[in-house]
């Protein structure tokens, strides 16, 4: 699994490229750290190239929501295939953390919350 | 027929143990949604066993089973007992908890849980036997 992460306008955006494990989601937690870290206020996962996520990697996430609520840090993952989706839907994650088609719908959410 | 796969404990097998099961899954009619959930349903039992139950030792194995019939897949773990764990007394940690208390883990056991139709763990001798079943086309 590798990630690249990069700014764009207001935007954080990490790149999930391969499968999240319990081997390899120690290299997601640390990315998501680091950007809480230097106070990024919006925070994209653009899931495009994400191939698989097992509970190590949704734990990460899951571990980060308070931090998000405390930090007023906007947060939400984009372009999940039907079936990663569907491992948030099982959980009801899908409730919990913002998921957008696109970038730009992710992107729209965040102006549309802050309205 | 009997698909048989063996690994040691090692956080890097998760990946052959993914892929084991995908190839098997491809002889029966399943969607791609289907088959990524019965592949995370292995890989949390596995990932528990190899890293919680055994700390990663490479010189413990875990051995997979996948049988399967036109109505039924089951698959069996099975593995060195360590800890006579009581899957009968487990109970699902609801997700609102999880996250106040920004744990990280407890997550695994409830997409078992929620994926198979039925699981249950029993201890034979010195081995202790997961056998998670999943009907086809159950809905």
């Known amino acids: 699994m590798q990630i690249q992460a990069l700014d764009e306008d207001i935007f954080h955006i990490i790149q999930i490229n391969g499968d999240v494990d319990a081997a390899s989601s120690i290299i997601l937690d640390k990315a998501i750290e680091k950007a809480i870290s230097e106070d990024k206020k919006n925070i994209l996962i653009d899931c495009m190239h994400l191939n698989y996520i097992s509970s190590a990697g949704l734990g990460v996430f899951v571990y980060y929501i308070e931090d998000f609520k405390a930090n007023d840090v906007f947060f939400a993952l984009f372009s999940l295939s039907d079936k990663i989706k569907n491992i948030f839907e099982i959980l009801g994650l899908n409730k919990l953390i913002n998921i957008a088609d696109s970038k730009e719908d992710a992107k729209h959410l965040r102006n549309d919350s802050s309205l | ?139």
């Open chain 2, 1 to 139: 027929m009997t698909h048989h796969f063996k690994v040691n404990c090692l956080r890097d097998n998760l990946k052959l143990i993914r892929e084991f099961v995908q190839t098997v899954l491809t002889e029966y009619p399943l969607s791609e949604i289907e088959t990524n959930q019965l592949i995370l349903a292995v890989d949390e039992v596995c990932s528990n066993l190899i890293i919680h139950a055994h700390d990663c030792n490479p010189d413990i194995n875990i051995e997979i089973n996948i049988l399967g019939s036109e109505e039924l897949i089951l698959f069996e773990i099975i593995h060195k007992n360590t800890d006579n764990f009581d899957f009968s007394q487990y109970k699902n940690p609801s997700l609102k908890k999880i996250v106040q208390e920004r744990r990280k883990g407890g997550i695994g056991l409830i997409l078992v849980n929620k994926i198979m139709d039925n699981v249950e763990v029993k201890n034979e001798n010195t081995f202790n036997i997961w056998r998670m079943s999943k009907y086809i086309n159950a809905g």
